[in-house]
């Protein structure tokens, strides 16, 4: 499922695209649950943030951090979820088979974001339903793990800062 002759540079750059919209999708969801409230710091002396800063740790532990994330992981993922699952349904027709698929993709995540990998799967699993080819779901995947990777292992944000860790002068 992955051919070599399927992946064509459409399908890459549609899939990297994508996959910067879904990680845009996961900011965007994290700034409205903060702003409406919905997660909150229990530190007392806390002030709204957010306050963010960008160092990367040391170049081994950033490249092994994308080589699993955004490369074992996701083919792992869409090997299992999409090349098997998805695949071995489909003859139940796309809408069951790409539920089932996103389902089991949802449930193999954080119990906090499983509403957003739910809708993530059924996203990866509509791009392997119309390209019938692993590589677009794959880059996709891959594009948003990647960019988890620069968040986790280079940005640091706090949304509820205490007071002494605000970069500035006078808050």
Not at 97 to 105: K, M, P
Not at 130 to 140: A, C, K, P, V
Request: proline share 5%.
């Amino acid at each position: 499922q992955f051919r070599r002759q399927a992946l064509t540079w459409r399908i890459a750059v549609t899939a990297i695209a994508i996959g910067v919209l879904i990680q845009l999708m996961w900011w965007s969801q994290l700034i409205t649950c903060v702003s409406f409230g919905i997660y909150v710091s229990t530190d007392p002396d806390a002030i709204v943030g957010p306050a963010i800063s960008f160092r990367c740790a040391s170049p081994a532990v950033v490249f092994l951090g994308f080589f699993v994330t955004a490369f074992l992981v996701p083919l792992v993922e869409e090997i299992t979820n999409r090349g098997y699952v998805q695949t071995a349904l489909q003859k139940h027709g796309a809408t069951l088979a790409v539920l089932v698929s996103a389902t089991i993709f949802a449930i193999f995540h954080t119990l906090s974001s499983w509403p957003f990998a739910f809708f993530a799967g059924l996203l990866l699993g509509v791009q392997y339903w119309s390209t019938r080819s692993l590589w677009s779901s794959f880059i996709s995947h891959a594009t948003v793990n990647g960019l988890v990777q620069i968040d986790l292992r280079c940005l640091s944000v706090f949304w509820n800062p205490r007071l002494e860790n605000i970069p500035i002068l006078l808050p």
